[in-house]
């Protein structure tokens, strides 16, 4: 059987795709039936390498199936994409992660501690582009945007704790699958104005319970894991769910995803309402401290994300649009990447500044014109 290299032509938004796509690997990045959401989906497929075969028996899908390997590795060339496109390839990952579960039920495990792998080490190589992405990466579903998300804030705050590798992994995993039983639900959330229903709201607080139960199905043995899981909408003033447990009675790391969950769900928006600034959120979750989250937690998670977190959309006071790339000793004046000019017309070329050295300052938060699009890996001043 040939292979051959797909182009623009073969892949287009909104319309499903009728045949496997591996990459460069020969691993399978898209199943058949998968839909295309955005150009820049289709940006990171081709740039990364995407490919199909002009035949696919049974036991080809078997041999290059996700599920046929033995893990999820970070091979040279996933380390020499920018950590905006190996996030393009974590959310295809998981993606196909969540579509193959009941086809494959028993690689769940292993191949979920190989994407948090991916994050973790990911977060080491460079934070700053993770955390700006939270704010930044919402063209993929949201029961993928969400769980990456919350990832990405739980690695920083292990982090600030010092958890050891094996610890983050679990940790991550956890992240990654707490709302697996409801991954339906949140589809028929995102575009819902009306309130939950009786039957949405059962669903939504027998959910952690029932991920518990379907990770077990899928082969999940960690028990801290599916421990994790279990405990991850409960409170310390004992008004959580499913078992209302208060105080530290609630295993750290279920607290841990509590407070990253409810700052990635605020910052995140829906088609009803923008996400939130990050100061916003902040002061919502800090008049939660020690309520609903954990005050230790809800510090940790203030200091990490500073007064301008990466992601950040600002006027500067020479008039320029931008976004925080980077903080700086001073961390009112962080590093930033200026996209377009005092009159709003965006720029050929982003300039990055560093505003501690350069004399400028923030004036506000802005709410970004959404016909101006923004090419992440530009922005960061990440060459190709």
């Given at each position: ?14 319309e499903a795709?009728g ?14 039936g998968?839909?295309?959401?955005s ?13 199909r075969?002009d035949?696919?028996d ?7 199936s996700i ?7 970070v091979s040279?060339?996933l380390?020499?994409?920018t ?6 390839n ?6 196909l992660?969540f579509?193959?579960?009941n086809?494959?039920p ?5 191949q979920t501690?190989?994407?948090a792998?991916?994050?973790?080490n990911?977060?080491?190589r ?16 949201y029961?993928?945007c ?13 982090n600030?704790?010092?958890y050891?590798?094996?610890?983050q992994?679990r940790?991550?995993c956890?992240?990654?699958?707490q709302?697996?039983?409801m991954?339906d ?8 104005k009306?309130?939950?229903t009786k039957i949405?709201?059962e ?7 029932a991920s518990?139960?379907i990770l077990?199905?899928?082969?999940v043995t960690?028990k801290?894991?599916?421990?994790i899981?279990e405990q991850?909408h409960?409170q310390v003033?004992g ?22 969950d409810?700052y ?5 928006g829906r088609?009803?309402r ?10 919502k979750i800090g008049?939660e401290?020690?309520k609903?989250?954990d005050?230790?937690l809800t510090?940790?998670?203030v200091?990490?994300l500073?007064v301008?977190?990466?992601?950040s959309?600002?006027?500067?006071s ?8 980077r ?5 009112k ?5 200026s996209y377009a000019d005092?009159?709003?017309k ?12 350069q ?6 938060h802005i ?18």
């Amino acid at each position: 059987m040939s292979k051959i290299k797909l182009t623009t032509i073969d892949l287009k938004i909104d319309e499903a795709v009728g045949y496997s796509i591996y990459d460069s690997d020969d691993r399978l990045i898209l199943k058949p039936g998968s839909v295309i959401t955005s150009e820049r989906q289709i940006e990171s497929l081709l740039r990364n390498g995407a490919y199909r075969y002009d035949e696919d028996d049974l036991e080809t899908k078997k041999r290059r199936s996700i599920s046929g390997a033995s893990a999820i590795k970070v091979s040279n060339e996933l380390q020499n994409l920018t950590p905006f496109d190996v996030l393009h390839n974590i959310f295809q990952r998981l993606r196909l992660l969540f579509e193959t579960m009941n086809q494959e039920p028993f690689q769940i495990e292993e191949q979920t501690k190989s994407i948090a792998k991916i994050i973790i080490n990911l977060f080491k190589r460079d934070k700053e582009a993770l955390i700006g992405a939270i704010r930044l990466m919402h063209e993929y579903d949201y029961t993928l945007c969400h769980p990456v998300h919350t990832a990405i804030i739980s690695t920083m705050i292990s982090n600030q704790l010092s958890y050891s590798f094996k610890k983050q992994v679990r940790l991550i995993c956890a992240a990654l699958t707490q709302n697996i039983s409801m991954n339906d639900l949140q589809r028929q959330l995102q575009d819902q104005k009306e309130r939950l229903t009786k039957i949405q709201k059962e669903a939504v607080s027998c959910h952690p319970k029932a991920s518990v139960t379907i990770l077990e199905a899928c082969g999940v043995t960690d028990k801290r894991w599916l421990e994790i899981v279990e405990q991850h909408h409960e409170q310390v003033d004992g008004k959580g769910y499913p078992n209302n447990i208060i105080g530290d009675n609630i295993i750290e790391e279920a607290r841990i995803i509590s407070i990253a969950d409810k700052y990635s769900a605020m910052i995140s928006g829906r088609t009803h309402r923008p996400g939130m600034h990050n100061k916003d959120v902040i002061k919502k979750i800090g008049s939660e401290r020690g309520k609903e989250t954990d005050a230790k937690l809800t510090m940790i998670l203030v200091g990490a994300l500073g007064v301008y977190p990466p992601g950040s959309f600002v006027l500067l006071s020479n008039g320029e649009h931008a976004v925080v790339i980077r903080r700086s000793l001073d961390p009112k004046r962080p590093i930033v990447s200026s996209y377009a000019d005092n009159i709003g017309k965006k720029m050929h070329k982003p300039i990055i500044r560093n505003l501690d050295t350069q004399g400028l300052d923030i004036k506000e938060h802005i709410v970004p014109d959404k016909a101006l699009r923004i090419d992440m890996n530009l922005i960061w001043g990440f060459s190709r």
